[in-house]
Nanobody, 119 residues
Framework: QVQMQESGPGLIKPSQTLSLTCPPSNASITTNYYWWNWIRQSPGLGLEWMGSISRSGGTDYSPTFKNRASLSRNTSKNQFTLQLRSVTPEDTAVYYC???????????WGGGTQVIVRS
């Protein structure tokens, strides 16, 4: 079973860059067909897909986040990373890393990490 676990700062100030990391367990980020996603849920809102990165490093972004988000990976550490620039209090949310084995479903979820943007 693929296991996901997000890590991040918890609290960040406006205008800073948020960086979150996810090292999947029991799966390599270079495994065929897998896509690795970042999804968030803001207070009172539904889930927002932010972007994903493929086994080969190709990326896809939601138009909402395309200008501020960057996904990258470190194959030697078997982890992928989200960076979100110029955060505002509206970026306060629970952020999830999610694995998709090529079925186009969000199969493997981390427990989520709470990020609060506050000066």
């Amino acid at each position: 079973q693929v296991q996901m676990q997000e890590s991040g700062p918890g609290l960040i100030k406006p205008s800073q860059t948020l960086s979150l990391t996810c090292p999947p367990s029991n799966a390599s980020i270079t495994t065929n067909y897998y896509w690795w996603n970042w999804i968030r849920q803001s207070p009172g809102l539904g889930l927002e897909w932010m972007g994903s990165i493929s086994r080969s490093g190709g990326t896809d972004y939601s138009p909402t986040f395309k200008n501020r988000a960057s996904l990258s990976r470190n194959t030697s550490k078997n982890q992928f990373t989200l960076q979100l620039r110029s955060v505002t209090p509206e970026d306060t949310a629970v952020y999830y890393c999610v694995g998709d084995s090529g079925t186009n479903t969000w199969e493997y979820w981390g427990g989520g990490t709470q990020v609060i943007v506050r000066s």
